[in-house]
């Protein structure tokens, strides 16, 4: 993803409209893309689950004669292995997804930024009335701490409908 930034770095300082309407195409089809493949992987885990369950339904229908317990320590080891490398197969798709998930919100984050960049009004933010800095750093995801020093305000500032805050530093 550190390529993602670099590039997104590279666009903002860009003043050309249609590199940026570009850059903004390409971020939305990567967005899709990462979207469809959690989606195949969360088919593949639906997948694996029911192939779990398909073993186990089957290791209770398999008659065994109470006599032979080699067979039955074999059926037991062979549903283990199995449970056991699906339980991996499964580990491994979740950490794919949370991944996925966490490059889908970069993604979007990148966009919004691109976006701004667009309306020539990127990394400020004009104080309407009922705002605070609490609700103006939750909704572009800073700190009320940071948003403070970007805008050199002291502890016990006001702000007031009109005023122009810087929102991402620079």
């Avoid at 605070?132 to 750093?137: F, G, H, Q, R």
Wanted: with cysteine; aromatic share 2%.
């Amino acid at each position: 993803m550190k390529w993602l930034f670099i590039a997104l770095t590279s666009v903002l300082c860009a003043s050309d409209p249609a590199i940026l309407s570009n850059r903004i195409h390409n971020c939305e089809i990567e967005i899709e893309m990462l979207k469809n493949n959690l989606s195949t992987q969360e088919e593949a885990r639906r997948t694996s689950e029911k192939e779990v369950s398909q073993l186990i339904a089957n290791a209770r229908k398999t008659l065994i004669k109470p006599d032979d317990l080699a067979t039955l320590k074999n059926h037991v080891n062979e549903l283990t292995k199995n449970v056991n490398t699906l339980a991996k197969a499964l580990e491994e798709i979740k950490k794919e997804e949370t991944a996925q998930g966490l490059a889908i919100k970069e993604l979007e984050h990148a966009l919004r930024s691109l976006t701004l960049a667009m309306s020539g009004k990127e990394g400020t933010y004009t104080v309407k009335s009922g705002d605070s800095l609490d609700k103006i750093a939750k909704v572009h995801k800073i700190t009320v701490k940071e948003l403070k020093k970007l805008n050199n305000l002291k502890d016990s500032s006001l702000i007031h409908p009109g005023q122009e805050l810087v929102v991402h530093k620079p």
